[in-house]
């Protein structure tokens, strides 16, 4: 079935709200309330425009699914242990080669798995020979001859995890280190079915793809309104589940773990931290967050103003040698003026050539004053500014280096920040993120099985028996003809 399913068969919103709604069932006891859910048009037209209505809905939805059914689990576990210790040994062969597969690749994460069943109900006999006639108007002696009913398998997938960006921005010849964590979150509803167990024709296959693709964009939706009257942990009668394949699970993870490895991929979530920092360091003052933070950064500022200590005494050593030299000069300049000034007042004529010589040297004597003079003003600039960092890195604690280096660099840091958050595509972001590292905490799975019925049913056309096929959907009572195809 997945390979006709669209690349993204509902928003990201829209399962948020799942998600919450699956989370909630089990811990709620069974009551009569009933709770009232505003509903919007459900028809099924195209993919495309179902994605659209449901891309409206709002990022609670999925997540209200998710937590009725972490209920429905927790609920399961208390009130029935022991119950739930002989369901846990008869649990589904494919449900187990899950959880084994991913508590191997992820042993770092906390693996939950739970299967549910949606109820359904089944159609009479008459019914389905009205349906025959309605769409075959030339079929006559129509007969159900059996009947098959078949759980399609879904998976509601949730990963929780976290990330640490490092960044870095230049401040008076220092790489200022600091760090952004956030939270990662990836919810997506999947079509697990194995692609050849359900004995369907490629024909009667392609039907049977197309139904379940519309159908898929409906489940979100389908959840939210009764999930809790109509999940169930057991299966309310005995029927056949149709095979799961686990790798389709594997393959959505590992695809998210690719995507969480791009720089880019943070461009948004990084771009409204510095937002917020910007606005802490006007509000509170701070630059550092936590003593984590502040610790790991001061580890690597030490590395670098024990440079620029090691930069400034051998500058200030250069700028005593060029000062002796200049003085030195200095003396020799002055020796040939009053030299020439003594011998001009005694009537003896100094020589033009002798003069120009002078003026030469005195001009370059300038030139090096001058140039000495901007050193010993950069020396004197990177000695405050090493005695600066100095005081941060050997501040009892993160206020403490907080309160020095807002007072230094406050204005210029927040001019920073807010030239790479005013940046539309981003780049400047990537100037400064360093590195990213990844951790996924939790795995959530929630299989949610569908029960379909396949009717079999035989009739005459022109003295010449027909066979068909009709799929029944019965928590949309949806209708399909398999064979002969209406498609």
Request: hydrophobic letters at 30%; glycine letters at 2%.
């Amino acid at each position: 079935m997945t390979d006709d399913a669209p690349d993204e068969p509902q928003s990201f919103t829209s399962f948020l709200e799942l998600v919450k709604r699956l989370e909630k069932i089990v811990e709620e006891t069974p009551d009569t309330a009933k709770q009232k859910i505003d509903v919007e048009d459900t028809k099924i037209t195209e993919p495309q425009e179902e994605l659209e209505t449901i891309s409206e809905k709002k990022e609670s939805e999925l997540e209200d699914v998710q937590k009725q059914a972490q209920d429905l689990e927790i609920q399961t576990i208390e009130t029935e242990k022991e119950t739930k210790i002989k369901q846990k040994k008869k649990k589904i062969q494919s449900i187990l080669i899950i959880e084994e597969e991913l508590i191997k690749y992820y042993s770092d994460a906390e693996v939950q798995i739970s299967d549910f069943y949606y109820l359904f109900k089944e159609l009479s006999a008459d019914k389905i020979v009205d349906v025959v006639k309605t769409k075959f108007h030339s079929l006559e002696k129509i007969k159900v001859e059996k009947s098959k009913i078949l759980g399609v398998p879904f998976v509601l997938c949730k990963l929780n995890g976290k990330y640490d960006a490092s960044l870095q921005l230049e401040v008076d010849g220092i790489d200022l280190p600091f760090f952004i964590t956030g939270n990662l979150k990836q919810l997506k509803l999947l079509s697990a079915r194995a692609n050849n167990d359900t004995n369907l024709s490629p024909e009667e296959t392609k039907i049977w793809n197309q139904t379940f693709n519309k159908f898929q964009l409906k489940l979100v939706q389908l959840l939210n309104e009764k999930a809790k009257e109509n999940l169930n942990k057991q299966q309310a009668t005995e029927y056949e589940l149709l095979e799961l394949d686990h790798t389709i699970i594997q393959e959505f993870i590992g695809e998210y773990e690719k995507k969480i490895e791009d720089l880019k991929y943070y461009n948004t979530e990084i771009s409204e931290q510095l937002k917020k920092l910007e606005k802490e360091i006007d509000e509170k003052g701070i630059f550092w967050r936590d003593k984590r933070q502040y610790l790991e950064a001061i580890e690597k500022l030490k590395i670098q103003v024990k440079n620029m200590q090691e930069r400034q005494i051998a500058s200030n050593k250069e700028t005593q040698i060029q000062y002796l030299k200049l003085k030195k000069n200095q003396k020799s300049i002055d020796a040939k003026t009053k030299r020439y000034k003594i011998e001009e007042k005694r009537g003896k004529d100094v020589s033009r050539e002798d003069k120009e010589k002078l003026v030469k040297q005195l001009r370059e004597f300038q030139k090096e004053k001058d140039t000495l003079q901007k050193r010993i003003n950069e020396v004197k600039k990177l000695e405050e500014t090493y005695e600066t960092w100095l005081g941060i890195i050997s501040s009892e604690n993160e206020k403490q280096a907080n309160e020095i280096f807002i007072e230094k660099y406050s204005s210029r840091i927040k001019e920073k920040l807010k030239e790479i958050t005013e940046d539309v595509d981003g780049e400047d972001i990537l100037e400064i993120l360093k590195a990213v590292t990844t951790e996924i905490e939790n795995i959530t799975i929630h299989v949610i099985y569908i029960p379909s019925l396949i009717y079999y049913f035989s009739a005459k056309q022109d003295d010449k028996k027909v066979e068909g096929k009709i799929l029944y959907i019965s928590s949309t009572d949806e209708i399909t003809f398999l064979k002969p195809s209406l498609f």
